[in-house]
């Protein structure tokens, strides 16, 4: 039978079905590669992502559970936090955290808690709404209640780190953030990490994007791996992107279908579409491959059991048998028994977990490292995935570092211990919450005891007073818990053999040596003699050797201290004796000082109770009666007639009898008074007594007293003239060695010129320049004309010094003036020396003390005038570094070849300043007595008018 079909029609039919069939073909090829091609690029992206979410967790974790701790820690203490034991909680926490910058407690958003301090001071105080960067993530915190990680930011101690921050609530108010800042290295920088519950307030929070596969022109995004990581207080979406080619189907169908006239077309598509499904299994088997680890998926069955569902070929290198075996019998089964229990307790709590185990085969021995996360790719329940890496080579080389680091600690300790054994110095070392374990032979020598006994009885401290004990036992305690790095002490010690000494100790904290406990060094210089000398320059300095009563200058530091007190009425009775001078002048000076210890005697009997007695000057007594008591108005008036009649009779020496009268002036202080103004009007109560009579008293009228005032005031404006009018001169005094007497030095001293009344010396005008500020222009004049001579004389032996108050040394633009001006001069800072009086330095600021440093750095010398009568210690010497010390004048004065004690007392201090390398200088002498015997106590130079009175000139010729 003929077909009914036209001829023309059937190429046409043909190329119809052709088309159907090729466009069947092709659609359902595009629509199985796409779907083949995105299950491989969702495993890449798991096996890929899988590092970094172990990572993240190994990070996250153990900041979130601190933020918990410490959140509980402020609950705790009802958000009144303890400033020690907060800081040292903090410093718990960061310490095992090498990875972490600080962690910071913030309560009302300031930052009051830094761990640790070093390095981070600048971020103290701060408050987080001056942060501007970070202020908008820190409100979203705090307005949700959740924590959140935010970063990177730019910390203003510098570098980027990420921060974990976390309201704290109590009582359901927002008391404030704690906040761990995070080494952005240690995140990985191309993962999205958002709070679920803080999704909209963190948009700066950590992101990016892992991009697998092509992406065409028109290529999108249009798939994300999300894998929820559950941590300590909050949920955490990991996130990972990656890219399907999904239009390459539509092109391909499209091609096919322009070809579709030739069947064979689709056959190539398909071929096509199988190529690309095989080029992703290469691509995924090579990620998993060539990593250096082991990855793996497990899947934790209904019943418990653990199936290993996918190994990568690494497994073979790590564990020997390949992949197929080991998924057999399951990657788990190569765990130790301890490792294996820890996996399986963190796998039925769903956690993350991670393990290191030491395998040995016939290879090696080798450190192995296996972790892995719970996983919910896919809706598959009890998914994790994990990796297996090779750690032997971290292991051994933190093994050898470690092992280098204690013997090179112990080399260090072992040659630090030697150096104390060898020390002069009495040195003790040891664990600072242990105990001292070490004591050098020159300790022993101290405490005079033996080493097996020192260490038995406990150390040191077992000798140390028990006032003196619990002062050292504060200051260590402090050291142990870290609020001071040292401290120093004067101590007194009761040795081996009874005897008292003094030390003067010091503690300081050593750098910490890892493996070893925190160490301490302790060391002690005997200050024995000093302590002695020093108690024998008090009595002498406060107590009058011929009468026993107070001295001069106890009598003026006295009254300026009661005069300081307000609401305190002083009263003086200025006491003199008539007929001292004639019997002292007749009969010698036994005779006056046995006439002068009788009085005192009469004295101290007649005035007792709240009165004090001193020897003013010479013949003249003066007694202080502070507070003057309200409910007597005549206590001074009846204490002086009683005196005036209990002094008043026969003085009898060697058989001779003599007449005794006396005279008294009283002076009662007021709101204005000082020592000098009373004693002053006092003595003009005496020279109006002794006027009208002798056996009278006289008191001095309120007004005489206010004119000594108004008297001071209009010295300062003539003081202020005569500084305008530069009528301020300095003279030069030489100073000297004792053994030969050449010139070694000058001391400039500042005289006035004053027009009407000729040269007048410093105790007349240096307190009120000092009360009035005023000194601070006389330095800069002394030192010009100081400099001027020496620019003209560069030939002058020594050095000139200068003496400089503690006014001028608070002048924060006085060291700049002074080397300003010595520079401007070109005088060798060398041939200058400034001197300070001991009662200055014990005013000085840390600032004027840094000046001196200064100054001696630049070559200047430095000498402590008056040194003995004021109260500084040897810690002045260490703290202030001196080249020399000047002996006060009061010593020498007293000095006699029969005084076996006020030798001493000069000896052992001139032993004092040469043990500490400093010159030895006395001043105030007179005599050739006075000084063959300084010289022989072993002070080598000294100044005094024996070998010079003070010139306009220096004179330097051999005296």
Same mark, same amino acid.
């Given at each position: ?132 960067e970070q202020w908008p993530g820190i409100k979203a915190v705090i307005d949700s209640g959740a924590p959140a990680l935010l970063g990177p930011v730019t910390l203003i101690e510098g570098g980027e780190a990420f921060i974990y921050r976390e309201p704290i609530i109590i009582d359901g108010d927002y008391w404030g953030m704690v906040s761990v800042v995070i080494d952005a290295a240690t995140l990985d920088p191309t993962v999205y990490l958002m709070g679920s519950a803080t999704a909209a307030a963190v948009s700066d929070a950590v992101s990016g994007d892992v991009i697998l596969g092509e992406v065409g022109e028109q290529g999108s995004l249009q798939h994300r791996d999300s894998t929820t990581l559950t941590v300590p207080a909050e949920e955490w979406v990991l996130t990972l992107s990656t890219s399907h080619s999904r239009t390459e189907a539509v092109p391909t169908a499209l091609v096919g279908i322009a070809l579709s006239l030739l069947a064979g077309f689709g056959v190539v598509v398909l071929l096509r579409a199988r190529q690309r499904a095989r080029e992703l299994d290469l691509r995924l088997a090579s990620v998993a491959d060539e990593a250096p680890s082991a990855l793996f998926e497990l899947l934790l069955t209904p019943n418990a059991e653990v199936e290993t569902r996918f190994v990568s070929s690494a497994v073979e290198h790590l564990l020997g048998p390949t992949p197929a075996e080991t998924a057999a019998v399951g990657i788990l089964h190569f765990l130790p028994e301890p490792e294996r229990e820890v996996v399986d307790q963190a796998m039925r709590r769903r956690e993350p977990w991670r393990v ?236 006056? @000082?046995?006439? #002068? *210890?009788?009085? +005192?005697? &009469?004295?101290?009997?007649? %005035?007792? /109770? ?5 020897? !003013? ?15 007597? @108005?005549?206590? #001074? *008036?009846?204490? +002086?007639? &009683?005196?005036?009649?209990? %002094?008043? /009779? ?5 058989? !001779? ?303």
């Amino acid at each position: 039978m003929r077909s009914r079909l036209s001829p023309t029609l059937f190429p046409w039919l043909a190329a119809a079905a052709t088309f159907l069939v090729g466009a069947t073909l092709t659609l359902g090829a595009a629509t199985l590669v796409d779907r083949e091609t995105e299950d491989r690029e969702d495993q890449v992206a798991s096996l890929v992502s899988q590092r970094i979410r172990d990572n993240i967790l190994g990070v996250l974790v153990p900041v979130s559970e601190a933020a918990d701790a410490v959140t509980a820690f402020v609950a705790v203490n009802d958000g009144q936090l303890p400033p020690d034991g907060t800081q040292e909680y903090l410093d718990r926490l960061v310490s095992d955290n090498p990875d972490w910058r600080n962690i910071t407690l913030a309560p009302g958003n300031r930052m009051d808690f830094i761990a640790p301090i070093a390095g981070n001071e600048a971020a103290l105080g701060l408050r987080y709404e001056d942060l501007t960067e970070q202020w908008p993530g820190i409100k979203a915190v705090i307005d949700s209640g959740a924590p959140a990680l935010l970063g990177p930011v730019t910390l203003i101690e510098g570098g980027e780190a990420f921060i974990y921050r976390e309201p704290i609530i109590i009582d359901g108010d927002y008391w404030g953030m704690v906040s761990v800042v995070i080494d952005a290295a240690t995140l990985d920088p191309t993962v999205y990490l958002m709070g679920s519950a803080t999704a909209a307030a963190v948009s700066d929070a950590v992101s990016g994007d892992v991009i697998l596969g092509e992406v065409g022109e028109q290529g999108s995004l249009q798939h994300r791996d999300s894998t929820t990581l559950t941590v300590p207080a909050e949920e955490w979406v990991l996130t990972l992107s990656t890219s399907h080619s999904r239009t390459e189907a539509v092109p391909t169908a499209l091609v096919g279908i322009a070809l579709s006239l030739l069947a064979g077309f689709g056959v190539v598509v398909l071929l096509r579409a199988r190529q690309r499904a095989r080029e992703l299994d290469l691509r995924l088997a090579s990620v998993a491959d060539e990593a250096p680890s082991a990855l793996f998926e497990l899947l934790l069955t209904p019943n418990a059991e653990v199936e290993t569902r996918f190994v990568s070929s690494a497994v073979e290198h790590l564990l020997g048998p390949t992949p197929a075996e080991t998924a057999a019998v399951g990657i788990l089964h190569f765990l130790p028994e301890p490792e294996r229990e820890v996996v399986d307790q963190a796998m039925r709590r769903r956690e993350p977990w991670r393990v290191q185990f030491q395998i040995h085969d016939e290879r090696s021995e080798r450190w192995l490292l296996m972790q892995a996360t719970p996983s919910h790719r896919d809706g598959v329940d009890g998914l994790w995935h994990g990796s297996l890496t090779d750690v032997t080579a971290e292991v051994r080389r933190d093994a050898v570092a470690l092992q280098a680091a204690k013997d090179a600690a112990e080399r260090t300790r072992e040659e630090f211990v030697s150096s104390i054994q060898r020390s002069a110095t009495p040195t003790g070392y040891g664990d600072i919450d242990r105990g001292f374990r070490i004591y050098n032979d020159a300790m022993c020598e101290f405490l005079e005891i033996d080493q097996d006994e020192l260490i038995s009885r406990g150390g040191p401290h077992a000798f140390m007073r028990p006032e003196d004990r619990i002062r050292y036992g504060e200051a260590h305690e402090r050291l142990e818990r870290g609020e001071i790095e040292n401290f120093e002490m004067i101590l007194r010690f009761v040795t081996g053999q009874g005897r008292d000494k003094w030390a003067d100790v010091s503690e300081i904290k050593m750098p910490e040596i890892e493996g070893l406990p925190p160490q301490s060094l302790r060391q002690a210089v005997d200050v024995t003699a000093l302590i002695e000398s020093r108690e024998g320059l008090q009595r002498a300095v406060d107590i009058d050797s011929v009468t026993g009563l107070y001295s001069r200058r106890w009598l003026m530091n006295r009254l300026r201290e009661v005069l300081s007190q307000p609401g305190h009425q002083v009263g003086v009775l200025l006491i003199d004796l008539a007929e001292f001078l004639v019997i002292n002048r007749t009969h010698g000076q036994q005779a006056g @000082d046995e006439m #002068l *210890a009788e009085l +005192a005697d &009469l004295v101290r009997g007649e %005035l007792s /109770g709240a009165w004090q007695v001193a020897r !003013l000057d010479g013949h003249v007594f003066a007694a202080v009666l502070s507070p003057l008591p309200t409910d007597d @108005d005549d206590v #001074l *008036a009846d204490s +002086a007639s &009683l005196l005036l009649d209990r %002094l008043a /009779g026969e003085f009898t020496f060697r058989g !001779l009898k003599f007449s005794r009268t006396a005279s008294i002036g009283i002076a009662v202080s007021d709101s204005a008074s000082t020592a000098e103004t009373l004693l002053r009007a006092a003595d003009d109560a005496l020279t109006t007594a002794k006027t009208r009579g002798r056996s009278r008293w006289h008191l001095a009228e309120a007004k005489n007293q206010s004119e000594g005032v108004e008297v001071a005031l209009r010295q300062e404006d003539e003081l202020l003239g005569a500084l305008t009018e530069r009528q301020f001169v300095v003279y030069y005094q030489p100073k000297v060695s004792l053994a030969d007497r050449s010139v070694t030095g000058f001391e400039a001293l500042v005289r006035w010129q004053h027009p009407s009344e000729g040269l007048r010396a410093p105790i007349t005008f240096i307190d009120a320049l000092e009360s009035s500020g005023l000194i601070t222009r006389l330095g800069p004049q002394v030192l010009d004309q100081v400099l001027a001579v020496l620019s003209a004389q560069p030939d002058l032996p020594g050095a000139i010094s200068i003496n400089v108050s503690a006014i001028e040394l608070t002048d924060s633009g006085w060291l700049d003036r002074f080397l300003g001006a010595v520079a401007r001069a070109g005088v060798d800072p060398q041939r200058i020396t400034v001197e300070l009086t001991e009662t200055t330095t014990l005013t000085l600021t840390d600032e004027a003390v840094i000046n001196l440093e200064a100054l001696r750095r630049q070559g200047f010398g430095l000498e402590l005038d008056d040194f003995g009568v004021g109260y500084a210690s040897i810690g002045v010497l260490r703290r202030i570094p001196f080249t020399g010390v000047k002996l006060d004048r009061s010593f020498v004065s007293s000095l006699r070849a029969d005084d076996r004690t006020s030798l001493d007392v000069v000896a052992g201090i001139a032993s004092l300043v040469r043990g500490l390398n400093l010159n030895p200088i006395a001043e105030g002498i007179e005599t050739d007595d006075q000084a063959t015997l300084l010289r022989e106590a072993g002070w080598t130079c000294g100044q005094g008018y024996l070998f010079g009175r003070p010139e306009p000139e220096p004179i330097w010729e051999r005296v």
